[in-house]
């Protein structure tokens, strides 16, 4: 019943920086929580951040803090994630992800709805 989208990926050299967005749709009013993930092929989906939709709290993975943000546009129903300084190592497709619960909003399975996934890859 919510619908994520997300934007923003793209080929970029390591130093770049981009900004991913995330519209979501629906029933955005049963949102608590936003987060973004990542995969590489292989590998378990992995947690970047989550941000509150009330007000705005913030957590992050210690891979990306400092150089990733997190932020909301409410009355728009969008996410970003403005990531700077990229890294090789953050090369995956990222995942916006809705959650209906506060508790233990860090991991995959506490997440109800996700987008379609964005690619970025960061060469060297």
């Known amino acids: 019943q919510v619908h994520l989208v997300e934007s923003g990926g793209g080929l970029v050299q390591g130093g770049d920086s981009l900004r991913l967005s995330c519209a979501a749709s629906?029933?955005?009013?049963?949102?608590?929580?936003m987060g973004w993930f990542r995969q590489v092929p292989g590998k378990d989906q992995e947690f970047v951040a989550r941000?509150?939709?009330?007000?705005?709290?913030?957590y992050y993975a210690d891979s990306v803090k400092g150089r990733f943000t997190v932020s909301r546009n409410n009355a728009k129903n969008m996410i970003y994630l403005q990531m700077n300084n990229l890294k090789p190592e953050d090369t995956a497709v990222y995942y916006c992800?809705?959650?209906?619960?506060?508790?233990?909003?860090?991991?995959?399975?506490?997440?109800?709805?996700w987008g379609q996934g964005t690619q970025l890859i960061v060469s060297s």
């Open positions: 629906g029933r955005t009013s049963d949102v608590l929580a």
């Open positions: 992800a809705a959650s209906t619960k506060l508790l233990n909003a860090f991991f995959v399975s506490k997440y109800d709805y």
């Open positions: 941000i509150t939709w009330t007000d705005g709290s913030t």
